[in-house]
């Protein structure tokens, strides 16, 4: 039995059989696993086969485990739980090699995401002279590019320089602005501000752009003289009635002192949203960025998802964390 375990169980066929039973759908699977439908349902059939029964119900949907299936799956799981941390020990390793890392965030994450990020790192890299600043999305992506810093957080850019490699973090939907009171509800144009100006980021930060980008696509103009390049002012005069903004959840949660002056919507046209990465050159170590990756990851999700959406549930799907898959170019 030994033998033949070796030779038919791999160790894919096992991820395919445990992302499955929490999907139930193959192609949600297949997604997530950087496969195609096809590869990963041969990848079931070979598993089930190699043991002779069925792992799931293939006649219902979603997909479920049979009774064996579900006896399997714990076994399954604490077998790739004592890989991946085997993995993740291996990439601590490398971790303790680091005599220096220089760290790039943007400074989105000043309040909560920042300080938690120093002090786990400073945990894991004891022997390492850490550096860390704060700095706009457009700066921290040209150290990357320069390599005045090893790694980068910031929101991508339309055009990423070149040697920079991205694997994606976190997904923050565009959301409406507006003084608190000034609207009984959520608005159906901007139309419903009526006089109230526009307030925008400044076009030399990517947020300005991308904003301006979407505007003009949408064929919208709203009125307004007024650019900043400071969130926190941003939201002081939208607190203050001076006029209303398109901004993000992030930068609301931010700005806490603002919370009982501003009211947050869906955008009243069609959405967008930005997405926050992790950047290095492409000849950083894999295994470092990863680990520091998903130690930032498991941060946005206590820090900025779970309140974000407990405080503002229609967010729920639109502020999220994002797969780990570089984007596409």
């Known amino acids: 039995m030994a033998d033949s375990i070796s030779k038919v169980i791999t160790l894919r066929g096992l991820e395919v059989f445990d992302e499955l039973a929490r999907t139930g759908s193959l192609q949600e699977t297949a997604r997530k696993l950087g496969l195609s439908p096809p590869a990963a349902s041969q990848q079931l059939r070979n598993l089930e086969a190699a043991l002779g029964v069925d792992l799931v119900d293939h006649g219902r949907r979603p997909l479920e485990p049979t009774r064996a299936g579900r006896?399997?799956?714990s076994h399954a799981r604490a077998a790739l739980a004592h890989l991946r941390q085997g993995a993740a020990e291996l990439?601590?390793?490398?971790?303790?090699?680091?005599?220096?890392?220089?760290?790039?965030?943007?400074?989105?994450?000043?309040?909560e995401v920042t300080p938690k990020l120093a002090v786990a790192l400073a945990a894991m890299l004891t022997p390492c002279d850490l550096s860390l600043r704060t700095a706009l999305s457009h700066t921290i992506l040209a150290?990357?590019?320069?390599?005045?810093?090893?790694?980068?957080?910031?929101?991508?850019?339309?055009?990423?320089?070149?040697g920079v490699v991205e694997t994606p973090l976190l997904r923050d939907p565009f959301v409406l602005a507006v003084p608190h009171g000034r609207l009984p509800?959520?608005?159906?144009?901007?139309?419903?501000?009526?006089?109230?100006p526009f307030l925008r980021y400044e076009k030399s930060q990517i947020i300005g752009r991308q904003i301006a980008t979407h505007l003009a696509r949408l064929k919208l103009a709203p009125q307004g003289r007024i650019e900043l390049d400071s969130n926190q002012a941003l939201f002081g005069l939208v607190a203050n009635g001076a006029g209303w903004a398109i901004t993000t959840p992030?930068?609301?949660l931010r700005a806490r002192r603002f919370h009982g002056q501003v009211d947050l919507y869906p955008l009243p046209f069609a959405?967008?949203?930005r997405v926050i990465s992790l950047f290095h050159k492409s000849d950083w170590t894999d295994e470092v960025s990863g680990v520091i990756g998903g130690t930032l990851r498991g941060i946005l999700r206590r820090q900025v998802v779970e309140p974000g959406v407990s405080a503002l549930p229609w967010l729920e799907g639109?502020?999220?964390?994002?797969?780990?898959?570089p984007a596409p170019d």
């Open 71 to 73: 006896a399997y799956l």
């Open 91 to 111: 990439s601590l390793m490398d971790l303790r090699r680091l005599r220096s890392l220089r760290l790039g965030i943007i400074d989105d994450f000043d309040g």
């Open 143 to 162: 150290d990357v590019a320069e390599r005045r810093i090893d790694l980068g957080v910031a929101a991508r850019a339309h055009d990423l320089p070149e």
């Open 185 to 196: 509800g959520p608005p159906d144009s901007i139309a419903a501000l009526g006089s109230l």
């Open 250 to 252: 992030l930068g609301y």
């Open 271 to 273: 959405g967008f949203s």
């Open 318 to 325: 639109g502020l999220a964390l994002l797969p780990t898959e």
